[in-house]
């Protein structure tokens, strides 16, 4: 290699300047310039000045006509001592530059591997588990994320938590869409059962005589109002209404009075299913009604579930009461502020007649 110049040497130091890495042969690098700098402000001519550059030129062509002659070995030992210090700057400044490649380069290998691993594992939980993941991976319910160990960078694991949070929001989503065609397609089905059983009762009542039709009809009105009434209850998650039973634990002393149990759960589901079921309802939404109505007995029937939904029915019934607790404190205060700023207009208006037209407005009503 050449040796550096010195306007290469000044690049070289104003660009390490401004990117920030600087390592200790660069430091020297730059203190050189700086003491060359220094000397040329000493000496007190601008590098650009035409008297300093002929005497550089003169003295140069002297220095290079006599000194060889005289002494050539130390001539060529101090050119081979220069250009090797130049050489020296130049492959540290490479050196460095190779060291950050390598660890970019690394970095996005790990990132890679880390990528490729966690597909691998999002694959595994869709089939059940795979092997070596324990069947647990993220959103399948298993044990905590495991993260690759090793002597990693401080980037990598920033880079690491995106890769989590968007493969996260991703299987978020993908739930929520498998979610919403399920309902889509239970949905689906259920309609057409509905138009199957329709088309089936018309089939019927055409072979029915006038007072038979008439009496199908008013039955099937009175099915289709039970099965309204399950299937709102049911959409709302109130099992017990589901059932016709109402909850209401007043508890007096060590007495709980108008307490659902198990039996009670039972009883009801008997004589509900007998209604709503498919074979003896005519609506066409009789078959959800049958299962909406299984659902909340096996819901109510367990003791642990039962007391479950009890706990969270009431604290919902805690929040809602304090909700209109705030609402009517509001709109009380709203009211007060409206009628005491309606009272100020009054007596600013009236001024001294306020009292006798109060008086005879009170006597008046």
């Not at 390490?16 to 600087?22: D, E, F, I, N, P």
């Not at 709302?236 to 149990?261: M, S, T």
């Not at 209109?324 to 509001?330: I, N, P, Q, T, Y």
Request: aromatic share 4%; net charge positive.
């Amino acid at each position: 290699r050449r040796p550096m110049a010195s306007s290469e040497l000044s690049l070289a130091c104003d660009t390490m300047t401004r990117t920030g890495s600087r390592s200790i042969r660069q430091r020297r690098l730059c203190r050189r310039r700086r003491k060359i700098a220094a000397g040329r402000r000493w000496v007190g001519l601008s590098p650009s000045s035409p008297m300093l550059g002929n005497a550089f030129l003169v003295a140069l062509l002297v220095f290079v006509v006599v000194c060889p002659s005289r002494e050539p070995h130390l001539w060529a030992s101090a050119t081979e001592d220069i250009a090797d210090d130049d050489d020296d700057f130049l492959a540290e400044i490479l050196a460095e530059e190779a060291r950050v490649e390598e660890e970019h380069a690394r970095l996005e290998a790990e990132a890679r591997e880390f990528e490729a691993m966690k597909a691998r594992e999002f694959s595994g939980d869709k089939g059940g588990g795979g092997p070596g993941m324990g069947g647990g991976g993220m959103g399948g319910g298993g044990g905590p994320r495991m993260r690759p160990q090793g002597n990693m960078p401080k980037g990598a694991n920033v880079k690491f938590d995106s890769v989590e949070d968007e493969l996260r929001k991703k299987e978020e989503a993908a739930k929520a869409k498998n979610i919403a065609e399920e309902e889509a397609r239970a949905a689906k089905e259920a309609e057409k059962r509905r138009e199957e059983r329709e088309r089936k009762f018309q089939a019927d009542l055409a072979k029915m005589d006038a007072e038979q039709k008439k009496k199908a009809q008013k039955q099937k009105k009175r099915d289709a109002a039970i099965v309204r009434r399950i299937l709102k209850a049911s959409g709302a998650e109130r099992h017990y209404a589901v059932l016709g039973l109402r909850n209401w634990d007043i508890k007096v002393g060590p007495l709980h009075l108008f307490h659902v149990n198990a039996r009670d759960v039972k009883r009801a589901y008997r004589n509900l299913a007998r209604t709503v079921h498919p074979d003896k309802n005519r609506d066409g939404r009789a078959e959800e009604a049958f299962h909406a109505v299984e659902n909340s007995a096996a819901l109510l029937g367990d003791d642990e579930k039962r007391k479950e939904y009890d706990r969270k029915r009431k604290a919902a019934a805690r929040r809602r009461r304090k909700e209109a607790a705030r609402v009517v404190s509001d709109s009380v205060e709203v009211g007060w502020k409206g009628a005491s700023s309606v009272w100020i207009v009054v007596k600013r208006v009236l001024g001294p007649f306020k009292t006798p037209i109060l008086v005879l407005g009170s006597v008046i009503i």
